[in-house]
């Protein structure tokens, strides 16, 4: 039985991640500051603790871990990605987990490690037309993320790479596409753009108003989580490094999403008043060419079907 740490088995991804590889036969143990926060861990053993802290770091590796997935990551929504008030922890506390799970995992004997990285490294000048971004994988560079938690995010993979090639470790890296789905964080300030507007929608009468930030009109794709865990699971067992993207090519206004949102829960009159807020890049959507090339698969869930069972659980949520 193949053994796997999940580092931020707590959160959205993470949990949904444990979920599956517990389906296929592993034995798991989770890491996380605290534990989940919408359902019980599938974990076979999970563990509260601060990867930002060595020792804890060394205490979930222990034990003969055959694969990592770090997902561990101080991160949120545009709210707190964007307002530059919180750039000095993600920067940190981010590349300070990366830094000690990378050496660890070489220390430990690991056999091959998943990072999670973001789309939000692509560069600001290639997603200024909402119309056609351009955000395949070779256009990283010249560098120049729109947040610092893309910079972070552009380092730690260059700090996988560089020990996968001096120090042997397998390594596999995507670039995740704003994920969405279930058992995710949906209120509070560090959810995304689809739980924030199904949860607007859910607490709204029908006629009543929500805000938005900005015109509406900036561009996104957005991958429902299965699909996201499915892309994980096959790179994982491929022979391709990366980086590759995982999202969904299905690109929409935010406005259209909250059309979307608005047909699901059956409340066609609810009006949106756009305010000033922080947007990040005016357009992003994924390019698949990559990982159909490498990979033979991509996502195929249209939005709309991930936003139904995204609507339903927060309205449930929401109703608690």
Known sequence: MKKALVCGAGGFIGGHLVERLKSEGYWVRGVDLKEHEYRKTAA????VGD???????KNVLAGGIDEVYQLAADMGGAGFVFSGENDADIMHNSALINLQIVD????????KLFYSSSACMYPAYNQ???NNPKCSEDSAYPAAPDSEYGWEKLFSERLFLAFARNKGLDVRIARF???FGEFGTWDGGREKAPAAFCRKVA?????DVIEMWGDGEQTRSFLYVS??????RRLMESDFVGPVNIGSEEMVTINQMVEMIKEIANKPNITVKHIDGPLGVRGRNSDNKLIREKLGWEPKMPLMEGLKITYKWIDQEAKK
């Open 51 to 57: 990867l930002r802290d060595v020792n804890v770091c």
């Open 177 to 179: 596409h704003n994920i």
């Open 44 to 47: 076979d053993e999970f563990v």
């Open 104 to 111: 660890l995992a070489v220390k430990t004997g690991v056999k």
């Open 227 to 232: 699909e996201c865990v499915d892309g994980i």
């Open 203 to 207: 607490q709204a009468q029908d006629g």
């Open 128 to 130: 200024t037309d909402p």
